[in-house]
C-alpha cells in the first residue's frame, strides 16, 4: 500500500510538472512592461532581467504575457540593489515581488514582496516588514497595518544584492509566501482581498532600484470552488476565536447595496447595532459591545471589527478589537 501511495504521489508530481511554464528570463521577450523599463542583463553570474522604474515613487510591473492565473504555484528568483538617494527621512529597503491575478491594464492586481533591507535591522518593528501583502488599489500597505497591524507582514533573512527564491501558493482565498527553500511559509494570507479570481502574472518593482528577476515558473493547480458574489443578507450564526476571549452569537444583516446593517446578539435579549459595507462578497462591519478581557471580572465597551468573504452559506475572515484582541471568525447562514 506505501509502495501505491509513493507511485501516486511520484505520478501527481510529474503530472503538475508537465503543465508548468518557465520562464527563463533571459531576454525580455515573455514581457509585457507597464511603467517600468524591461531590459535583458546578466547579474550576479546568471541571465537576468532587469526591472527599473524612473519618477515619482509610485510601483509599476512587467506582466508575463500569455498568463491568466488563477490557482497554483509560482516561483522566481529576485534581487534587488538600490540606486538612488531616498528623501530625507524615508528608507530604502528594497521592494519587489510577484503580482498575480493581475489586470492587463494594471488597474488591479494582489501582490507579495520582498524587502531585503529590513530583514537584519536590529529594530523588530522594522525586521517584520520584510515580507509583505497588498491587494492594489484598495488594500495598500498602510491601509492593510494600520487596520490589521502584523496581519499581513512577517520576517524572513534576505539580503540586498544577494538572490532570493520566492515560491507562492495559492489555493482560492489563501496565498503562502515562501523564501529560500523553507519548508514553512513566512506569511500566510487567509483571505485574498482582490476583486478578481484569475488574471495575469507580473514581475513587480519600485523606484531607485534594480529589481532582476530569472528562472520564474508558473504551475497551474485546479481551481478551488469559490466564486465572488457572496450575499451577506440573513442570519448567521458566528463564532470567533481570539487572543483574549471567544465569542459567540447571532449577527442578523440586511443589505442595500453595498451598505449592510443589522443586529448582534452575543444572547436572548441582548441586540448592537451593527453597520459595515459589502463589495462582491466581501465584507467588513463592526459593533460596539461588552466582554470580560482580564482578571478583574469587569465587562469592558469594546468595538468589534470584522473583515472576509461570504462563500454561499459561509463566512470567515478576521476580527480586531483594537488594544484588546486579534483573531479568526467564522459563520454559518441559518436555514429557514
Do not use: C
Not at 527621512?89 to 515581488?97: E, I, Q, S
Not at 489586470?103 to 492586481?109: I, K, M
Not at 479570481?197 to 520564474?216: I, M, Q, R, T
Amino acid at each position: 500500500m506505501s509502495k501505491l501511495l509513493l507511485y501516486l504521489s511520484i505520478a501527481l508530481s510529474l503530472q503538475a510538472q508537465s503543465k508548468a511554464r518557465i520562464y527563463s528570463l533571459h531576454d525580455t521577450s515573455d514581457l509585457d512592461p507597464q511603467k517600468v523599463k524591461a531590459e535583458a542583463v546578466e547579474y550576479k553570474g546568471r541571465k537576468a532581467v532587469r526591472i527599473t522604474k524612473e519618477g515619482v515613487f509610485d510601483d509599476g510591473f512587467a506582466l508575463i504575457k500569455g498568463t491568466d492565473f488563477q490557482d497554483g504555484t509560482i516561483e522566481v528568483d529576485l534581487a534587488a540593489k538600490i540606486t538612488g538617494t531616498p528623501p530625507p527621512g524615508l528608507r530604502m529597503p528594497g521592494f519587489l515581488g510577484v503580482a498575480f491575478r493581475a489586470r492587463n491594464d494594471g488597474s488591479r492586481y494582489e501582490l507579495l514582496y520582498v524587502r531585503p533591507g529590513n530583514a537584519r535591522s536590529p529594530d523588530q518593528a522594522i525586521r517584520n516588514h520584510a515580507l509583505q501583502y497588498t491587494s492594489e488599489p484598495d488594500f495598500g500597505w498602510h491601509e492593510l497595518r494600520t487596520q490589521w497591524p502584523w496581519v499581513y507582514e512577517g520576517h524572513a533573512d534576505l539580503q540586498l544584492e544577494e538572490w532570493i527564491h520566492v515560491k507562492i501558493e495559492v489555493a482560492g482565498r489563501t496565498a503562502k509566501l515562501y523564501v529560500n527553500g523553507e519548508a514553512q511559509p513566512g506569511l500566510v494570507v487567509d483571505g485574498l482581498k482582490g476583486q478578481d479570481l484569475h488574471g495575469a502574472v507580473a514581475l513587480w518593482s519600485y523606484p531607485k532600484e534594480d529589481a532582476y528577476f530569472s528562472n520564474l515558473r508558473v504551475t497551474p493547480a485546479p481551481a478551488q470552488a469559490v466564486k465572488n458574489g457572496g450575499e451577506a443578507a440573513g442570519s448567521w450564526d458566528l463564532k470567533a476565536t481570539t487572543d483574549q476571549s471567544p465569542l459567540k452569537g447571532t449577527l442578523k444583516l440586511t443589505r442595500e447595496g453595498g451598505a449592510l446593517k443589522g443586529t448582534w446578539s452575543p444572547a436572548p435579549g441582548q441586540e448592537h447595532p451593527v453597520t459595515g459595507t459589502w463589495r462582491d462578497g466581501y465584507v467588513e462591519f463592526s459593533f460596539p459591545a461588552s466582554w470580560i478581557v482580564d482578571q478583574s471580572g469587569k465587562p469592558k465597551n469594546e468595538v468589534f471589527n470584522f473583515a472576509g468573504w461570504i462563500d454561499g452559506n459561509a463566512a470567515k475572515g478576521r476580527i480586531r478589537v483594537p488594544l484588546s484582541a486579534d483573531g479568526q471568525w467564522s459563520a454559518t447562514r441559518q436555514q429557514p
